[in-house]
């Protein structure tokens, strides 16, 4: 496992995980992030039986926090909550309160937004809604921190990035995580899932808006299995952990390698009917190289989607 050292460390997790891996994570971690909360139109908390993940990050000495993303009554994304909650001040205003006494109730640590999607509408009552948490939040010692889209400009076209605004985030918020992986994805062509230059480009842009000791940088710990050829809009990657990469390997005793280019390693195999496969994963070394990154720009730390599973980078 690389070492953090002086870094801040996010790491997500769903309240399914089991107490074994946030155990081993927990020794790791500034904070540890339960995923997720949702809210209603009228700003009300949709709960998140947490308490799983709570108490042992609490005997731990780890902070929690609470994320919230736009997920309505069904458990379903729907930013059509967060833009009523937007254009009601009421519900805003309860929205923000109710975080507030959740946080309290729940002894938490503050809260992480990740509102993705987000119409470019939307992006400036977002960032009032971060500053505003935030100024009710700093006084009683919490955190409020927030996910962003991987921009390579504040402009950039596209309904992932146009409602995350950097340098509005960067003042309102008191970290940033940036998303700085999914490039490969379960629909997309074959590639690494966070390929250093592509993470590079995206954090040397967000430090010229946000401070760089509020920024976290994303770090993946998962990949994917994609059966060649590729087909755009058929082809479905399948999604393994990086200890299920090296095992599948050795299963098909096939040498994993190295791209210089991406910092991250890959294998291609033959399954039993013949079919050929290309898998991009994390290790040591890729994770290594995104941490020396973290050190060259000077920023705060890291935020790991997510910690489901022990980190298995070959050690």
């Excluded at 992030?33 to 308490?51: K, M, P, Q, R, V």
């Excluded at 990657?237 to 791209?259: C, D, M, S």
Aim: some cysteine; proline content about 6%.
């Amino acid at each position: 496992m690389p070492e953090f050292d002086d870094l801040l460390v996010n790491g997500y997790a769903y309240p399914s995980i089991s107490p074994e891996t946030l155990a081993w994570w927990l020794p790791r971690l500034t904070w540890v992030s339960a995923f997720s909360y949702g809210f209603t139109s009228e700003g009300n908390l949709i709960n998140l039986e947490d308490e799983n993940i709570v108490q042992p990050a609490r005997d731990a000495g780890v902070g929690t926090l609470m994320v919230l993303t736009p997920l309505d009554e069904n458990g379903a994304f729907n930013d059509q909550v967060a833009a009523a909650v937007f254009v009601n001040p009421a519900a805003l205003d309860n929205l923000i309160s109710s975080i507030l006494q959740n946080i309290q109730t729940k002894d938490l640590s503050g809260i992480d937004f990740d509102f993705e999607y987000l119409p470019a509408e939307y992006a400036d009552d977002y960032v009032n809604l971060v500053r505003r948490t935030r100024e009710l939040l700093a006084p009683e010692g919490y955190t409020t921190t927030v996910a962003l889209a991987p921009k390579v400009s504040a402009n950039q076209p596209g309904v992932l990035y146009e409602g995350h605004d950097y340098r509005g985030m960067g003042q309102a918020a008191d970290y940033c995580l940036i998303m700085t992986y999914e490039w490969g994805y379960t629909y997309g062509e074959p590639q690494p899932v966070s390929p250093i230059v592509n993470v590079r480009r995206v954090l040397e842009y967000a430090v010229t808006e946000i401070p760089p000791e509020k920024i976290l940088m994303g770090l993946n710990n998962y990949g994917y299995d994609w059966t060649l050829p590729f087909v755009q809009g058929e082809s479905r990657a399948e999604k393994l952990t990086n200890y299920q990469a090296e095992a599948r390997a050795e299963y098909y005793g096939v040498p994993i390698q190295w791209n210089e280019v991406a910092m991250a390693p890959f294998f291609e195999y033959t399954d039993p009917a013949g079919r050929q496969h290309i898998v991009w994963f994390e290790n040591e070394e890729s994770w290594k190289a995104r941490l020396t990154l973290v050190r060259e720009l000077g920023l705060a730390g890291v935020g790991i989607w997510n910690i489901m599973y022990v980190f298995y980078g070959g050690i």
